[in-house]
Nanobody, 121 residues
Framework: VQLVESGGGLVQAGGSLRLSCAAS????????MGWYRQAPGKQRDLVAA????????NYADSVKARFTISRDNAKNTMYLQMNSLRTEDTAVYYC???????????????WGRGTQVTVSS
């Protein structure tokens, strides 16, 4: 599966953005997916993940109640709706496809190239 992110950009604090991840390949609907982000000088961290059918999700504590992950398997696309953005949300956001364990832990296997999100004060 090939993954391509879009929707990043510059937004003021308190604003919203919606990221999209378009996937190629017929196996999209069977892959759990996730969004990660990496700020300069920091490690790449999980933002949110979603199971193959969208029935389960998990979020980093820092984005709960602000971000929403979703997917449309008919369109081979995953989304990340980001509301109430903060300056600390500034990072490169990466789409991933991976595995979902029974424990609820998501593990990425493939990555997109990322899209920059910059939140100004």
């Amino acid at each position: 599966v090939q993954l391509v992110e879009s929707g990043g950009g510059l937004v003021q604090a308190g604003g919203s953005l919606r990221l999209s991840c378009a996937a190629s390949g017929s196996t999209f609907s069977i892959n759990p997916m996730g969004w990660y982000r990496q700020a300069p000088g920091k490690q790449r961290d999980l933002v949110a993940a979603i199971t193959s059918g969208g029935e389960s999700t998990n979020y980093a504590d820092s984005v709960k109640a602000r971000f929403t992950i979703s997917r449309d398997n008919a369109k081979n696309t995953m989304y990340l709706q980001m509301n109430s953005l903060r300056t600390e949300d500034t990072a490169v956001y990466y789409c991933s496809a991976g595995l979902w364990y029974y424990s609820g832990i998501y593990s990425p296997l493939k990555w997109g190239r990322g899209t920059q999100v910059t939140v100004s004060s």
